[in-house]
Every structure is written in structure tokens, then in C-alpha cells.
């Protein structure tokens, strides 16, 4: 077992392996898709150089950071190409430059509040069907109310490794005809055009495609999003269908 002294900023480890093996695979796979893979790995907690500096000065650690820390480290991606025969027989996906053709026009700021401010929104990924509630609250917090169980792993929007309910507030604002969301130190920008009477959501990260359908009806039924979903109780599942 690992053991961290706030006292003394050390630490103990007596757990690990020299070399770890597994084999996984994709099970959402899609070989029309560009795609790319890459393994986190996660270091015990250890004590933060404020623990380690408050104990050779003889004070005590500041309270207004954490005591510990726990490092992290990325593996060097693996990238997947389609072949192009698997890119000419996939689906064509929304552009910006395709809703636009059709006369799809972006919101102002006055329509994006109108739309989000104070209330709830239902957000489905267009490619992966992955749905995610999304509260805007008026003092600039929007709020991850479910996650699906597409995500697995404590991330930037939370510790996720148990879906459900998750109260994961993020900052965000409104200008310039987009909703600018914090992800950490990193600004998500989306712009919301209206087509075919659906609010159609383009990321400023996606390279021109627009990806996600915004709206306030939730799924008809809950239940299909997930096995994870089971564990919602009743009276949760029923207020994810209320608009809010």
C-alpha cells in the first residue's frame, strides 16, 4: 500500500509491477471513422512540493491547495486511417457549410439565452448517439446532470468511472454568437445554428462539422442509453424526461 505523511511530506509505495499486459478492443469500432487510441496512466498520490516545503520550513501546509498530488502520464497515440474505400460507402456527416447552403442561420446571443439560460437542454452526439444533460445556469455554470456509459473514466468533466448523476460545474459564457465552455484551461466554443426545426451545435474544434443536436426532450426511454442507467432510481429517471 502507498501511504502519504502530510506531517513529514513523504510518502510509501509498496504495490505495482515491472511490466503490466492487457488487450483491448474497440467496441464501438467504426472502420469509416478516423480514429485514434492511447493509454493514461495514473501515479499513486504524493505529496505536493507546498507539503514538502511546509515541513522543511517547520510550518504547516496551506489549506488552500490540495496536500497531494497524483501525476499523470499519456502513451504515444495510435492513429487509424480508413481505407478510402470505407470513407467513399460512409454516411456524409452535418457541415457548417452544409447547413448554411440549405439557409440555416447561427444564434445571436440574445436567441442562445433565450434557448439555454436557466434551463436544461438534452445534447446527443450526431456520430456516436451518445446523449448528455446539460444544465445552463444563470450565474455561468453549466452543469453535466447524466452522463451515458460511454464514459468510463475520471476526465476533465468529473470522475465519470460510475455513470448517472454527476453535478460537474463548468463555466461558461455567451458572446460573439457562441457558448464558450471551460474545460479546465481549455475554452470550448459552440455554434448553434438553426435547421429544419432542430438546434444543430458546431464545436470549434471539429473542423467544420457540425455534431450535436440540442434539445429539451430528453430520450423515449432512458433506459436504452446504458446498462449503467439501471441504477438510476425511479424518481431521477423520471425527472430526466421533465423540461426543465
Same mark, same amino acid.
Given at each position: 500500500?502507498?501511504?502519504?505523511?502530510?506531517? @513529514?511530506g513523504?510518502?510509501?509505495?509498496?504495490?505495482g509491477?515491472? =511490466?503490466? %499486459?492487457?488487450?483491448?478492443?474497440?467496441?464501438?469500432?467504426?472502420?469509416?471513422?478516423?480514429?485514434?487510441?492511447?493509454?493514461?496512466?495514473?501515479?499513486?498520490?504524493?505529496?505536493?512540493?507546498?507539503?514538502?516545503?511546509?515541513?522543511?520550513?517547520?510550518?504547516?501546509?496551506?489549506?488552500?491547495?490540495?496536500? @497531494?498530488v497524483? =501525476? !499523470?502520464?499519456?502513451?504515444?497515440?495510435?492513429?487509424? &486511417?480508413?481505407?478510402?474505400? *470505407?470513407? /467513399?460507402?460512409?454516411?456524409?456527416?452535418? @457541415?457548417?457549410?452544409? #447547413?448554411t447552403? %440549405?439557409?440555416?442561420?447561427?444564434l445571436?446571443?440574445? =436567441?442562445?439565452?433565450? #434557448?439555454?439560460?436557466?434551463?436544461?437542454m438534452?445534447? !446527443?452526439?450526431?456520430? @456516436?448517439? +451518445?446523449?448528455?444533460?446539460? !444544465?445552463?445556469?444563470?450565474?455561468?455554470?453549466?452543469?453535466?446532470l447524466?452522463?451515458?456509459?460511454?464514459?468510463?473514466?475520471?476526465?476533465? &468533466?468529473?470522475? #465519470?468511472? *460510475?455513470?448517472?448523476?454527476?453535478?460537474?460545474?463548468? $463555466?461558461?459564457?455567451?458572446?460573439?454568437? /457562441?457558448?464558450?465552455?471551460?474545460? +479546465?484551461? &481549455?475554452?470550448?466554443?459552440?455554434?448553434?445554428?438553426?435547421?429544419?426545426? /432542430?438546434?444543430?451545435?458546431?464545436?470549434?474544434?471539429?473542423?467544420?462539422?457540425?455534431?450535436?443536436e440540442? &434539445?429539451?426532450?430528453g430520450?423515449?426511454?432512458?433506459?436504452? #442509453?446504458?446498462?449503467?442507467?439501471?441504477?438510476? $432510481?425511479?424518481?431521477?429517471?423520471?425527472?430526466?424526461?421533465? /423540461? =426543465?
Amino acid at each position: 500500500m502507498y501511504t502519504v505523511d502530510i506531517d @513529514t511530506g513523504t510518502y510509501t509505495n509498496s504495490v505495482g509491477s515491472p =511490466e503490466l %499486459k492487457t488487450t483491448w478492443t474497440d467496441p464501438d469500432f467504426d472502420a469509416s471513422l478516423h480514429a485514434f487510441y492511447y493509454a493514461r496512466v495514473l501515479e499513486i498520490p504524493t505529496p505536493r512540493w507546498t507539503t514538502i516545503q511546509a515541513h522543511e520550513m517547520g510550518i504547516v501546509p496551506p489549506d488552500t491547495v490540495p496536500a @497531494t498530488v497524483q =501525476e !499523470r502520464a499519456w502513451a504515444s497515440p495510435i492513429w487509424y &486511417t480508413p481505407a478510402a474505400s *470505407a470513407l /467513399k460507402a460512409a454516411p456524409a456527416g452535418t @457541415t457548417v457549410a452544409s #447547413l448554411t447552403a %440549405k439557409g440555416a442561420a447561427a444564434l445571436t446571443d440574445a =436567441e442562445l439565452k433565450t #434557448l439555454l439560460v436557466g434551463k436544461a437542454m438534452w445534447i !446527443r452526439n450526431t456520430v @456516436t448517439n +451518445g446523449m448528455t444533460k446539460v !444544465r445552463y445556469d444563470e450565474t455561468g455554470n453549466a452543469v453535466a446532470l447524466y452522463v451515458g456509459d460511454r464514459a468510463l473514466l475520471p476526465s476533465d &468533466t468529473g470522475d #465519470l468511472s *460510475a455513470t448517472s448523476y454527476h453535478t460537474v460545474p463548468a $463555466p461558461y459564457s455567451i458572446a460573439n454568437g /457562441k457558448v464558450v465552455t471551460m474545460f +479546465g484551461n &481549455t475554452p470550448l466554443e459552440m455554434t448553434l445554428y438553426r435547421a429544419d426545426g /432542430k438546434y444543430i451545435g458546431a464545436r470549434s474544434n471539429e473542423f467544420g462539422y457540425a455534431n450535436y443536436e440540442y &434539445t429539451v426532450q430528453g430520450p423515449a426511454d432512458l433506459f436504452d #442509453l446504458g446498462k449503467a442507467a439501471a441504477n438510476i $432510481p425511479k424518481d431521477q429517471a423520471s425527472e430526466l424526461h421533465a /423540461k =426543465e
